[in-house]
């Protein structure tokens, strides 16, 4: 479980390369730290009072704030690990998952905006629908099977996803001129560590190292191939050459697809899940690029519809079989296909609808959308000062004198600090 | 003949792109150049290091034209390039002494005239 925790963790570095890949290169250090900006004020937050909203005993709705400051969170046992231990990976998943987000409003969110709505999203937002489906919610009471987070991580992060692009407005550029991935081999580096994450994501949502863990340690490996192979067979056949972006993309939505279904279904049902799964988005892809809708890194088409599609399919293929708890349809048990059409459609309505109060409360006290003339130049330098690929020619530097500005601004003496590029 | 060099700026190349297109001006160069307008320069910070840019990204277009295709030329790169911001660029125009198609051989008017799509 240390190590999952680890993997998962190390998922959000990977989102922020997958992410930075696929945009312009004015805007690859603004997109890399949305991703990994949540690393910080996500996981202090998860630790104060998320886990305990999430987690401590509460209602059918919500937890309570028994755990807040991790009071009583300790090294007695939670199932086959520690207390302290299942709050840690859980953290993982929350800081992952308003990192998802971002894809959405990449090259035209004010950075402080969505670093507010980050804090705000994952307090009102992932919390409550976490605790419906693992903390004991009225979803778990339903009998929704959500494995490793299909409708909590995923459709959740999906339809804020959806809502934020909306409110936000696409970015000036969407439409008139080609907006292309500025570093394809970063893309394909996030999506490989992905899925080394994912193991971790899926695998150690066993909470234990057991037969749970290895039917959804295998299931990772097998359904992100079988989307990989689907979506190349699609590639080939509809215009004869296999895209990069796209082979990444296929494996981030098989990942996704597995996700609920990965310690419930059978390794042949998840080949089959991976196949299907690559459908729907391949094609929900190719249709949102001619919409108004700049969903930029098309979250809702990889994360929303992958998890959706793999969430119901986890109500058709669940074999008790293999995982010893729930059947699906195929098994004998129709009525989980319906439980799980509802869960995700709950989760959809919920979080789209907050994700719009919280943007629109933010709206209200600062702008969400940075500037034209920023929106030009780059993010990267109008709210970073920094660039991600620069060579250094016709830098001066600013000494300490001439400019209390840039000094006070820094918090640090303007000074060469050797190799502190 | 005239050379017509531009500088803009690289988020405007777009826009000058499909204006010059629009012109049916055809032939052209581009090269990625820094430069100093008299711009602003803007700060950034790395690590305790604070320096002023003072260099910034711009596009260098050269177009060589035929007289008549001044000033079409010149209007079309003015409305895509312009931002009304300092640091929009310079439009510089000079003689060419000569010119030659290396393709054919052709020299000056007719080397800049773009050759007509054969009729299919």
Same mark, same amino acid.
């Given at each position: ?8 963790l ?5 989102l ?7 945009v312009?290169?004015k ?51 939670q199932?086959?690990?520690?207390h ?17 987000i ?15 709505f ?13 605790h419906w ?17 299909g ?13 934020a ?15 292309l ?11 490989? =560590? ?15 190292a057991g ?11 097998l359904a ?6 689907t ?15 796209g ?20 390794p ?12 729907p988005?391949?094609?929900? =892809? ?11 890194l ?9 998890g959706?599609?793999g ?30 059409v509802?869960s ?21 006290v ?11 130049l ?7 000062g920094e ?8 830098a001066i ?25 | ?5 531009a ?15 629009h ?40 177009i ?25 660029g ?9 010119i ?21």
């Open positions: 479980m240390l190590l999952s925790t680890a993997l998962v190390l998922m959000t570095p990977a922020a390369f997958f992410y930075g890949g696929l312009r290169s805007n690859a250090l603004n997109t890399m730290m949305m991703s990994f900006v949540a690393l910080g004020p996500v996981a202090v937050v998860w630790a104060l009072i998320g886990y305990s909203l999430a987690f401590a005993p509460g209602n059918a709705v919500i937890g309570s704030f028994a755990f807040a400051g991790l009071r009583g969170v300790g090294m007695e046992a199932g086959a690990i520690p302290l231990l299942f709050m840690a990976f859980q953290g993982t998943f929350a800081i992952i998952t308003p990192a998802l971002s894809g959405a409003v990449v090259e035209r969110m004010r950075f402080n905006a969505y670093l507010a980050i804090v705000l999203w994952v307090v009102a937002v992932y919390a409550p629908v976490a489906v693992w903390g004991g919610g009225f979803l778990a009471s339903m009998g929704a099977l959500d494995f490793a987070g409708a909590v991580v995923h459709v959740n992060a999906a339809s804020a996803a959806l809502v692009a909306t409110v936000i407005g696409p970015r000036k550029d969407y439409g008139r001129h080609a907006i991935p500025h570093n394809v081999p970063f893309t394909m580096l996030g999506a490989g =560590l992905l899925w080394f994450g994912w193991f971790g994501f899926n695998a150690g949502s066993a909470l234990s037969t749970t863990a290895t039917l959804a340690f295998t299931n990772t490996l992100p191939a079988a989307t990989l192979a979506w190349t067979l699609i590639d080939m056949l509809r215009g004869g050459t296999v895209t990069a972006v082979a990444a993309t296929a494996i981030v939505v098989g990942l996704v697809v597995i996700t609920p279904a990965a310690g419930y279904v059978g042949m049902s998840a080949i089959i899940m991976g196949a299907l799964g690559a459908i988005s391949y094609f929900m =892809l190719i249709y949102r690029a001619k919409t108004k809708l700049d969903d930029s098309d979250v809702v088409a990889a994360h929303g519809l992958g959706a599609t969430a119901i399919l986890t109500g058709v293929f669940a074999d008790a079989a293999w995982s010893g708890s729930a059947n699906g349809l195929i098994a004998g048990h129709p009525a989980q296909v319906l439980t799980q509802a995700v459609l709950i989760v959809l309505a919920y979080s789209g609808g907050a994700t719009f109060v919280i943007l629109k409360l933010l709206a209200l600062m702008p969400l959308r940075i500037t034209v003339r920023d929106e030009k780059g993010l990267d330098v109008a709210d970073h660039e991600a690929y620069t060579h250094g020619d016709g530097l600013v000494k300490p004198k001439e400019n209390p500005a840039a000094q006070s601004a820094t918090g640090a003496v303007a000074v060469q600090s050797g190799g502190g590029a | 003949m005239k050379l017509i060099v500088i803009v700026r690289p988020e405007q190349l777009s826009d000058v792109l499909e204006a010059l297109f012109a049916e001006v055809r032939g052209l160069t581009i090269s990625r150049v820094q430069g100093h307008g008299g711009e602003m320069e803007h700060v950034e910070n790395y690590r305790g290091t604070s320096v002023k840019m003072a260099l910034a990204e711009k596009v260098r277009l050269e060589g034209v035929s007289n008549h295709f001044v000033q079409p030329t010149i209007d079309a790169i003015l409305s895509g390039a312009r931002t009304g911001e300092v640091g929009d310079k439009i510089m125009v000079m003689p060419i002494e000569r030659v198609r290396i393709r054919t051989g052709e020299e000056d008017q007719d080397a800049v005239t773009p050759i007509q799509p054969a009729e299919p």
